[in-house]
């Protein structure tokens, strides 16, 4: 049976038609930012700029996308129906009347769907991993600067250890599927998921430890808090069955936060460095302040702007390399939705249909570019001050 | 400074030395030794079977033992054939000697690739020979295209070009090789029919047909990166006094650039350009395995796929030193170009 097509301009309408919770999504916060933006400081700046608006505008419309994915994609990212198998963009679902919008992969499954699902998978890893990155290489680059000295020669070895890995051949050691029957992603789990742990409760500590009426509730939550998620994260025994994270998934995370924290080890050293010489650090010293206090409340606050756009680009790095895992297969399921995976399936089949391969591929490099965009208004606006 | 490098030379030993370690240890976890014996024997062999090919090729010695036989200081044992007990060469395909000799990798010997079934060093080379071309001609169209364009948009900057080229640079650093092959492979082989979407052919003879696509797939994603260095460090020349001075005494723009900003401006640019081997080293493998391109990426990831472990540490020793030398390059290179800068 001959599939029945809607044409170019139907394909195009549908496609902004699905997105319609994103694009209400995004009205209501890019409006209301741009009315209050005198009150937003840092990010309300980024709307003076066409770039900012640019960054900050494709970043949120792939964060709706992530959040609204269910309601937008028109079908199951793994349901295969037969009759759509390599079909071209636009081709009619004969049961439910529905269009494949961007035609069918070698697999029968719509493109389209796919696409808005693998932003789940991306946007969930992506910033969680980074953001695990950020706490591990503050927490050791810190002291490493502050210091100075053994510490942060052994630190700093360690770190160029991993940075003189090619990350392609790390990945291909920590993440394949044998590795998984190891203690290893086990063991790098638990010690990376305490890196937080330690970094709030230190950071409780420095500041409240002489009032007890506040110390003693931000532990107790911290270690509470903390403690239930590191459960649910390396052990998988989370009592409340809410924190849950698959095997391999654990896998990729680990190995995506163990090839990029010390990258945010030698720019947090770095600064740390370079603050440490300040007079404000001298007065804290003088007051007697205890050095973790001094780094945590003194620093670490004033080495926040080159952080936050380090972060940006981090995050869009991160997303780069969780592409090349897919496109290589390590580590994510072979029917998995996300954009590497897809970009490979396409990939080996570009000879004969290219429409499989064009949706994903955009997706990861405008969501890239929305961030380096973010990244660079940032850092423009950061200069200023 | 010579010192210095004597001191950084050795960082750079141990670094490959604790790197070898940690890659040995990683091949050399069970599920990997299985999957090896899993491949390397028949299909459907029993747990036995696959036990005693580890036993009989050597892989059950001491973890220690082994790592100083594939570094050179301790003798590399030849196994015990089990149908006659008389030593026997552990693979035959690569004149393993019989006798026990000290033949390691200090010695020159990176030993014998399983998956190739021939010596390391027979497959390794001509990869990394593969390699160096498609790295000359990556190298030859990223570092003046993304000098240029950086230049062009440091020189004035906020005017109009500078927007237009820094947008898209950072566009072409959102840009990762797998996303601008397909990219490429779609507009110039599928649509175009210009160039040919594989360089398989690229072994036999390198034409511009088939090597056009895996060079600017590579280029394209370091051009932006650098391009941004260049035009910072640009920007930064050009509010110098000297540049007000020689605008001053009446030299026209286009000398002031050329003569007095250009070689100031170009120093950043070259550390960057050597630190960028790391970023390209990964860009390799993946425009390789694409683009079905015989070199060190591709040899690189069939080691991977297959555990074949002398291969595998053989590449991860010829990475590491690419890597490091590259960064001892950067360091010593920017002391020179830059006097103001002095190594300790």
């Not at chain 2, 940690?22 to 599920?31: A, I």
């Not at chain 2, 999957?35 to 036995?48: D, G, N, P, R």
């Not at chain 2, 690739?113 to 593969?130: C, E, I, N, R």
């Not at chain 2, 594989?198 to 036999?204: G, K, L």
């Amino acid at each position: 049976m001959q599939a029945q097509y809607i044409g170019a301009s139907a394909i195009i309408l549908e496609v902004l038609w699905r997105f319609w919770p994103v694009w209400v999504a995004l009205a209501i916060v890019m409006g209301s930012s741009f009315i209050y933006k005198k009150k937003l400081a840092l990010y309300g700046q980024l709307f003076d700029s066409g770039v900012g608006i640019a960054g900050v505008f494709i970043c949120l419309f792939w964060l709706f996308t992530a959040i609204f994915a269910s309601t937008i994609s028109p079908f199951d990212p793994l349901g295969q129906i037969p009759i759509m198998k390599d079909t071209l963009p636009g081709a009619i679902e004969p049961q439910s009347g529905l269009a494949y919008l961007f035609g069918g992969d070698k697999l029968a499954r719509d493109v389209f769907s796919r696409m808005v699902y693998g932003s789940q998978i991306v946007l969930i890893i992506a910033p969680a991993a980074t953001g695990f990155a950020l706490m591990v290489g503050i927490t050791l680059g810190l002291p490493a600067g502050y210091y100075g000295g053994k510490i942060d020669s052994i630190l700093s070895f360690l770190a160029n250890l991993v940075l003189a890995f090619p990350v392609i051949l790390l990945f291909y050691l920590l993440v394949t599927p044998g590795i998984m029957d190891t203690p290893i992603p086990y063991a790098l789990a638990g010690v990376f998921f305490l890196f937080p742990i330690i970094f709030f409760c230190v950071l409780f500590w420095t500041r409240y430890k002489n009032r007890p009426d506040r110390i003693y509730i931000l532990l107790g939550l911290t270690l509470l808090i903390g403690g239930w998620i590191y459960l649910g994260l390396v052990f998988d025994k989370d009592p409340l069955k809410i924190v849950h994270i698959d095997p391999n998934q654990l896998n990729i995370f680990v190995a995506v936060v163990f090839a990029s924290s010390p990258g945010v080890f030698r720019i947090v050293r770095g600064l740390t460095m370079d603050i440490k010489t300040r007079d404000y650090v001298a007065a804290a010293q003088t007051r007697g302040e205890s050095p973790w206090y001094i780094m945590l409340w003194e620093i670490l606050p004033n080495a926040r702007g080159p952080l936050i756009v380090d972060a940006c680009l981090r995050i869009g790095y991160t997303t780069i390399l969780l592409g090349t895992l897919g496109y290589f297969g390590l580590g994510l399921a072979p029917e998995s939705p996300d954009w590497g995976t897809a970009i490979k399936d396409a990939s080996r089949l570009l000879r004969s249909f290219i429409h499989p391969a064009l949706p994903p591929t955009i997706a990861l490099m405008s969501f890239v570019l929305g961030l380096n965009l973010l990244a660079d208004s940032l850092r423009e606006q950061s200069m200023k001050d | 400074m010579f010192t210095f490098i004597i001191r950084r030379i050795g960082t750079i030993l141990l670094t490959m030395l604790c790197l070898t370690l940690v890659v040995f240890f990683l091949v050399n976890l069970e599920p990997n030794l299985k999957k090896l014996a899993i491949s390397q024997t028949e299909m459907h062999t029993s747990a036995e079977q696959l036990e005693s090919w580890l036993v009989d090729h050597g892989y059950r010695q001491n973890f220690f033992a082994r790592y100083g036989q594939w570094l050179g200081v301790l003798p590399k044992q030849p196994v015990t054939d089990p149908a006659t007990g008389k030593p026997a060469q552990r693979f035959s395909f690569c004149n393993d000697p019989t006798t026990p000799t000290f033949s390691g990798v200090l010695e020159g010997d990176f030993g014998c690739s399983t998956k190739f079934k021939t010596t390391v060093a027979a497959k390794l080379f001509p990869a990394l020979g593969a390699t160096g071309i498609l790295m000359l001609c990556v190298l030859g169209v990223m570092v003046p295209v993304s000098l240029l364009i950086g230049i062009l948009a440091g020189m004035r900057e906020g005017s109009r070009t500078d927007r237009v080229l820094s947008v898209a640079s950072i566009a072409s650093t959102a840009t990762p090789e797998y996303v601008s092959g397909v990219i490429f492979t779609v507009i110039f082989a599928s649509w175009l029919g210009w160039l040919n979407g594989s360089a398989a052919s690229a072994s036999q003879g390198i034409t511009f047909y088939n090597f056009t696509l895996p060079v600017i797939t590579l280029a394209i994603y370091g051009i932006g990166y650098i391009a941004r260095m260049t035009r910072a460090s640009m920007v930064e020349v050009m509010t110098q006094q000297y540049i007000r001075t020689a605008r001053l005494k009446g030299l026209s723009f286009g000398n002031v650039v050329v003569k007095h900003a250009l070689r100031n401006a170009l120093i950043a640019p070259f550390t960057v350009i050597m630190l960028q081997f790391p970023w390209l080293l990964t860009g390799v493998v993946i425009v390789e395995v694409m683009f079905r391109y015989q070199g060190f990426g591709y040899t690189l990831v069939e080691a991977a796929g297959n555990n074949d472990i002398d291969l595998l540490l053989g590449c991860s020793l010829v990475s590491v030193f690419i890597v490091l030398i590259t960064q001892l390059i950067s360091d010593v290179g920017y002391a020179f170009l830059n006097p103001r800068i002095r190594v300790q």
